[in-house]
């Protein structure tokens, strides 16, 4: 019996993995954008992040009508991309398509709608058409908006900031993989920050339906093209009426390409830094450590998906070990619409604010 992609030993993954899937069509162009970019920073002797950011799917059908989903906003690694802005790095931000970005995150999705950033101003009495004022952005917001604007407008010119999306999990390994080595002349200037929320399992293309699945049975004249495999699809469903099927999905594990990206995608003398997210506080810790023990990185943040907004366990090779950094209720940022955003646990994460409490 084949082994699955998930048994097999970290090369011969790699090559059936990457053999089964065709790489990305925006892969070449990206490659190009990334290349100039990191070849840029090179020269200046800068450090470069690779911040990985969102969930990824995983389609059911290969022209897709429905996907799997792995939950993200994109609001961890979009606020840390800031902030490594800020520490002086360039960063690429290869993030799940139309999840939130650094900068105009403060002013999307429902959270923070930028309409009510805004007002429209009175009409000024010399006006060509008085009934019309401009459009401003509130009194009370104008010293966040501006401070946002400036750091914004100062990555773009400055070619700081590089933003590469992704949707499927096939398309954020070929991604991963293709930066990684093309990060390879940063050397030790070199940092991997894993926070996407990359799915475990995956249809492999050749058992994947290539039309949209069916639920109830077609004419036979009309099976085979749209109906497909028996792995995904099997059984009557007693409850429903008699022409109405059962969706069975099989998944397959993804392989594990940290091991890969860890020991050949990625320079030497580079750091990674990967992401632990659980529900079960029980196993975070556990699976954190597995994680850094099996990969051989330099660190894992655990963090549960209730509390992980303010509360991140950092698990490292050397003492102390285990470190958690809170942020304390008082200390917590609010959305305008109340929503305790993330901004005080980057703030903490920095190690300069007195918000954060350090339980060894
Ligand atoms: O994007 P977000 O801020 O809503 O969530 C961030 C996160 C929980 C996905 C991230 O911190 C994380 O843990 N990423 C790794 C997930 C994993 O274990 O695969």
Redesign the pocket.
């Known amino acids: 019996m084949t082994p699955l992609v998930g048994e097999m030993s970290p090369a011969a993954a790699e090559s059936v993995y990457f053999n089964e899937y065709p790489p990305p069509k925006a892969l070449p162009k990206h490659e190009a954008l990334a290349r100039a970019f990191i070849e840029l920073h090179v020269e200046a002797n800068r450090r470069v992040v690779l911040v990985t950011?969102?969930?990824t799917t995983v389609p059911l059908e290969a022209q897709t009508v429905r996907f799997i989903d792995?939950?993200?906003?994109?609001?961890?690694?979009a606020?840390s991309a800031e902030y490594f802005l800020e520490q002086g790095y360039a960063v690429i931000f290869l993030h799940r398509q139309y999840?939130?970005l650094p900068y105009s995150r403060h002013y999307s999705h429902s959270t923070n709608c930028f309409l009510d950033f805004m007002d429209e101003a009175p009409p000024s009495a010399d006006s060509s058409n008085p009934g019309d004022g401009p459009i401003m952005v509130r009194d009370e917001y104008q010293d966040q908006m501006r401070s946002v604007l400036r750091k914004y407008r100062y990555a773009k010119q400055n070619n700081r900031l590089l933003l590469l999306p992704f949707t499927t999990v096939s398309e954020y390994m070929f991604e991963l993989r293709s930066l990684a080595k093309l990060m390879r002349p940063l050397n030790e200037n070199a940092l991997f920050y894993?926070?996407?929320?990359?799915s475990?399992f995956f249809i492999p293309r050749s058992r994947m339906a290539e039309h949209k699945i069916q639920s109830s049975e077609l004419p036979p004249h009309m099976q085979g093209s749209a109906v497909d495999p028996d792995e995904i699809y099997t059984g009557e469903n007693e409850e429903q009426p008699s022409n109405r099927k059962k969706l069975v999905v099989n998944l397959d594990p993804v392989p594990k390409f940290l091991h890969q990206l860890v020991d050949g995608w990625a320079p030497e003398g580079s750091m990674v830094v990967?992401?632990?997210?659980?529900t079960d506080p029980s196993l975070l810790v556990y699976k954190a450590r597995t994680a850094l023990q099996r990969y051989s990185h330099h660190l894992v943040?655990?963090?549960l998906?209730s509390t992980?907004?303010w509360e991140?366990v950092f698990i490292t090779p050397d003492e102390p070990h285990e470190r958690w950094i809170r942020v304390p209720k008082s200390r917590r940022s609010k959305s305008i619409s109340g929503v305790e955003d993330?901004v005080g646990l980057a703030e903490a994460m920095k190690g300069k604010s007195p918000s954060v409490e350090q339980l060894e």
């Open positions: 950011s969102g969930g792995n939950f993200s906003a994109g609001t961890r690694g606020t999840s939130l894993l926070a996407a929320a990359v475990d990967s992401f632990k997210l659980e943040i655990g963090n998906l992980r907004k991140v993330q």
